[in-house]
């Protein structure tokens, strides 16, 4: 793994790694968006069934529905949150915050 992204990062490739530097609920990440694109924004939850409804509409196919489901479950409960020193021992430096990462990738949420 070492490797293969050092080579990514000498071919002038920038893999996107976002560790959340503390546990965070989907409002606060919501509200976050809003202030870095100059937009109030309101997180509303839905049920799983519309979530799943959703991404079907959008043209997922049912097994990567159920992963994805599957993902936002495990968030939801927590099991997602686990903070390691992976990014520093392989990257040689700090993860990027939440913070950060949304001001580097403001433009796609305006898109």
Known sequence: MRAKVKRLLEQGRRPT????????ANGEMTSTVG????????FEPITEEEAR???????DQPE????????????????????T???QRV?????????????ENASRFSE
């Open 85 to 87: 020193d992976t990014i």
């Open 64 to 83: 990567s529905v159920d992963y994805h489901l599957s993902i936002f479950r495990a968030i939801r409960e927590g099991r997602m949150g686990i903070v």
């Open 53 to 59: 409804m959703e991404l079907i509409a959008h043209g």
């Open 17 to 24: 790694i976002l560790v959340r530097d503390s546990s965070r």
């Open 35 to 42: 202030q870095v694109i100059g937009r109030q924004l309101r």
């Open 91 to 103: 990257l040689g430096r700090s993860p990027f915050t939440f913070e950060q990462w949304v001001e």
